[in-house]
């Protein structure tokens, strides 16, 4: 493997597939602290271990059919990070005060979904990019 050979938008998805990695771990963590009480939080744990996957596999094997799973997966990215937004606004909304300085600092991040969403818009900036 020569790394000088590679372009840039093909080691930034190498680099979005480690970071969705890194995501799926606190995530999982965040989510099983939690006790997965909804459903819906595993949605981002199984979409972020798969794009994590399909990036650094159609890095390495620079291969068109992962490339296309990866794409697929960045839009899956940002949309799953868009439902987490809503869903940590309507946690911090249930809390006793709602939407009080005190339940962002408390409640669940909402900042998180959206770095979830951010990572996967930087995957379709290099594959539209490139």
């Known amino acids: 493997m020569v790394w000088s050979q590679w372009?840039?938008?093909r080691f930034i998805i190498l680099?979005?597939?480690?970071?969705y990695f890194l995501l799926w771990v606190q995530v999982s963590l965040s989510h099983y602290r939690q006790n997965f009480h909804n459903?819906?939080?595993?949605?981002?744990?199984i979409i972020a271990l798969i794009i994590s996957f399909?990036?650094?596999v159609s890095t390495l094997l620079n291969s068109q059919g992962w490339l296309l799973a990866a794409h697929i997966g960045f839009?899956?990215?940002?949309?799953?990070?868009?439902?987490g937004f809503?869903?940590?606004?309507?946690?911090?909304?249930?809390?006793?005060g709602g939407?009080?300085?005190?339940?962002?600092l408390t409640g669940p991040p909402v900042m998180m979904p959206l770095v979830?969403?951010?990572?996967?818009?930087?995957?379709?900036?290099?594959?539209?990019?490139?």
């Open 86 to 96: 809503m869903y940590h606004i309507k946690g911090v909304r249930k809390r006793v």
């Open 116 to 130: 979830f969403s951010m990572i996967g818009i930087l995957g379709l900036t290099a594959i539209y990019g490139g």
């Open 75 to 83: 839009w899956l990215g940002l949309i799953q990070g868009l439902i």
């Open 15 to 19: 680099l979005v597939g480690i970071a």
């Open 54 to 56: 399909v990036s650094i």
């Open 39 to 45: 459903k819906s939080m595993w949605g981002p744990v």
């Open 7 to 9: 372009s840039l938008d």
């Open 99 to 104: 939407l009080a300085l005190r339940n962002f």
